[in-house]
């Protein structure tokens, strides 16, 4: 194979950015067979990839995969660094995990293997040998079985490092009631649509955006459109200053058994300069409505705020797990495209410390899911963390990709699987157009969803 410049490549150029970001220097790739060979900047690496151990990675990914270690390796060489998850660039890692289970590893064997083949840390490694423990027997292909998504894109205000659809409330109250009108209808039709195909709900999550944005008519109408589906079913409170005692009671009239509650950190200095527009008090009030009448709750934390130090980090964790949520999700901060914090320069160094210390003080919490993210504070990852047999069903079997997803709303993306293949259908991002298109966007989504299911059944 002749020399390949890995700008040309968007997996090898992903593993490059891994080291330097965006501005990463020439690079080029050579291969033959399971040699191959790297050039960075007229430094020469060559490496053989022979040895049995990379006998794990299946024949049709294999080239791919090799050549990834082969650009991770020499980059490693060069600059003398190493990332937590070595040459691994996507999302789910834990799909790799269960891959080399698969093909008939010990759990203990297939920890080692994602050191020994795909370079990552012992520490990663270990995290991912846990998450498989705790999602043992809420795993599963279970194609009689669908989640429904449904987005609410609007926000008291907008976080610095959101990218998700969202708008401020306050500007668009008059559109938001029009958009829930359309949206309970999808939602009513998407369920019709499932169980004439005989499908059944596992569970329920209403995201955003922040859901409790909406006044309470609204809310209730939205949540009335999915009735009391009896079955894990999430609904997003993230922003304190949204949760009443009036909306904590909607929820539970319509059968919500679990709520986020977000803080994202617990220093009211921080808040303000990441754009939300609540207190540290706000959140203690918002957890204790919640509380009081028996939801599961989640709270989110995010490690590598601007500014913040691992002090600081310390303070919101510690204070976090003295509530004792049945979930809590320790996020590292991504400057990802969308957010207002995209292009800001630099990252807060003291983010891994900050995931270290996390991991180090859980107690009987136990990390049941995780996920990564471009451009992630110290290339880590986002860990979900649950009390024993209080994990989220919809969060292991959306990350894992397991179970089909039928999804409402203005950016909302469907997932249907057949014959172990996902085929992806995005509602319309933006609001005006997911209105004024409704009616031929939802035909098309139902249309996807159909040729999916009739022909896997």
């Not at 020399?3 to 950015?17: G, N």
């Not at 539970?252 to 977000?262: F, L, P, Q, S």
């Not at 803080?263 to 008090?281: C, E, F, K």
Request: aromatic residues 10%; charged residues 25%; neutral net charge.
């Amino acid at each position: 194979m002749p020399a390949v410049d890995i700008r040309t490549d968007t997996e090898l150029a992903d593993v490059a950015k891994l080291f330097y970001g965006d501005g990463f220097p020439d690079i080029t790739l050579e291969r033959v067979g399971d040699k191959f060979t790297v050039d960075i900047c007229g430094s020469r690496y060559s490496f053989d990839y022979c040895d049995k151990r990379y006998g794990i990675i299946p024949a049709e990914y294999r080239v791919g995969r090799l050549s990834k270690i082969a650009v991770y390796d020499a980059l490693a060489a060069y600059t003398g660094r190493t990332m937590p998850w070595g040459a691994l660039t996507g999302v789910r890692p834990s799909k790799l995990f269960y891959e080399c289970m698969r093909r008939g590893k010990s759990r203990s064997e297939a920890a080692a293997c994602m050191c020994d083949v795909y370079r990552v840390s012992r520490s990663r490694a270990d995290i991912l040998s846990e998450i498989i423990t705790a999602q043992h027997g809420k795993v599963f292909f279970a194609p009689e079985y669908y989640n429904l998504y449904v987005h609410v894109p609007y926000c008291t205000t907008r976080c610095t490092y959101c990218s998700f659809v969202s708008l401020p409330i306050g500007k668009f109250a008059a559109q938001s009631r029009d958009y829930v009108a359309l949206l309970c209808d999808e939602i009513e039709r998407s369920v019709e649509c499932l169980a004439a195909h005989g499908k059944k709900l596992l569970s329920v999550y209403i995201g955003g955006g922040t859901p409790s944005a909406l006044d309470d008519d609204s809310f209730d109408k939205l949540l009335g459109a999915i009735g009391d589906p009896h079955c894990e079913y999430t609904c997003e409170a993230g922003r304190p200053d949204t949760v009443t005692a009036t909306k904590a009671d909607i929820m539970k009239a319509h059968g919500v058994t679990r709520v986020c509650v977000n803080p994202q950190t617990l220093n009211d200095g921080t808040l303000s300069v990441i754009g939300r527009s609540h207190s540290a008090a706000d959140f203690y009030s918002a957890f204790y409505i919640i509380k009081q009448r028996g939801f599961e709750i989640n709270c989110d934390l995010i490690a590598g705020l601007d500014g913040e130090t691992l002090r600081e980090f310390k303070y919101s964790f510690d204070g976090i797990r003295e509530l004792r949520p049945q979930n809590f999700t320790v996020h590292s901060l991504s400057k990802k495209n969308g957010s207002v914090i995209r292009y800001d320069d630099g990252e807060n160094t003291a983010t891994s410390d900050m995931t270290e210390y996390a991991l180090g003080c859980l107690g009987d919490y136990r990390p049941y899911y995780l996920y990564r993210q471009k451009r992630q504070a110290g290339n880590l990852e986002n860990v979900g963390f649950s009390l024993p047999d209080h994990e989220c069903v919809n969060n292991i079997t959306t990350m894992e990709e397991t179970v089909g997803v039928m999804a409402c709303g203005a950016g909302a993306i469907s997932k249907f699987i057949g014959d172990g293949v996902i085929s992806r259908f995005a509602n319309m991002r933006d609001v005006p157009l997911y209105i004024s298109r409704y009616e031929e966007k939802l035909a098309a989504k139902f249309r996807s969803f159909s040729a999916v299911v009739d022909k896997n059944g």
